[in-house]
């Protein structure tokens, strides 16, 4: 993007090279960092409107780097933070809990990130455009679009999308995980994000047997398409009434004790929104608050199922810093085409 600056910092010098160009291509002013020195002395310039950090060690077991991370967000506020990192899911998820500046992490192996990530990710923060499942797939990609308006139309909602990734050719084990996504997503949408109008959950506490309708200001969008390499499958809800430390919170609670610990029955997506990431290669939440949340899913087509279970996990969640309520999407809620 024009006229932004954007701080690079990785210590592999491949990796380097690679977000050079990828960023450069955003139209920035592209700054990299060798070193934690380096990185140092360029935070405390606080001339970039990003920064994408390396958040593997020395960084995320210095206790000083952490401290100055702590302060990032009131120290640099004019600064978007991402840090990218090889750790596992479950090194990475604890920490979220306990530091607020763990928002955006990039997943990446022993191989330099994805140039499109990047790129998605930069564009994102910089231009404060948060929305849209079309971001993640190839150019020209145009969603299906489901309206969700009741919970006795799950399965139909389920059976559409598994449909479309057996005609894509999705193997069953594939299929079977695309069918516990959109069940979890159409679950939340019915019975956890719907507010009343002094922002109590509405459905929350109601057995998931219990039979919901909801009203035509509380319906919800379900979302999917292909481009090839990812099947992304999205929700979107007109209350915007997830949090970072909730879906956090769910995360790090059936890390800890275990899914079997938790009840489907009533109260909450914790069992079920950790089926679904751990489902998943990438996950995004998109929170304006009070207005929007739209929750989207990306599974890797191009990876066996034990590349997939090895593959590090990508785990964003932006969060509209501005007063502007977006529209639902881009078309409004409707039926598939």
Sequence with gaps: MRGKCI???DPDAAARRVAERALNATGSNVELAADTDQ???SIHANGYDL???NFDSPLSTDEDWL????????RWPRTRLVLHTTASTEDYLPLMEKRHFLRNMIAKSDQPLEPDELIITAEKLLRRDLF?????LLWGIEPFRVRIAESRRKQEY?????????????????????????DELVTNAIYNAPRTADGKPKYAKLSRRDPVVLEDHEVAELQFACDGDYIAIAQIDPFGSLTQDTVVSY????????????SDASGGAGIGLYRVFQSLSKFIINIQPGHKTEVITLIDLRLNMRRFRLAAKSFHIFIADDDAAPPLSDGGPGESR
């Design 67 to 74: 401290r100055t991370l702590d302060t990032f967000e009131s």
């Design 39 to 41: 990185l140092m002395r």
């Design 251 to 262: 995360l790090n609670r059936c890390l800890v004790k275990g899914p079997h610990q938790f």
């Design 132 to 136: 849209g499942l079309q971001k993640y």
């Design 158 to 182: 389920i059976h559409q999308v598994a449909e479309y990734a057996r005609l894509l050719g999705c193997n069953a084990r594939t299929v079977e995980m695309v069918e516990n996504v959109v």
């Design 51 to 53: 920064m994408m950090i």
């Design 7 to 9: 701080l690079f910092y």
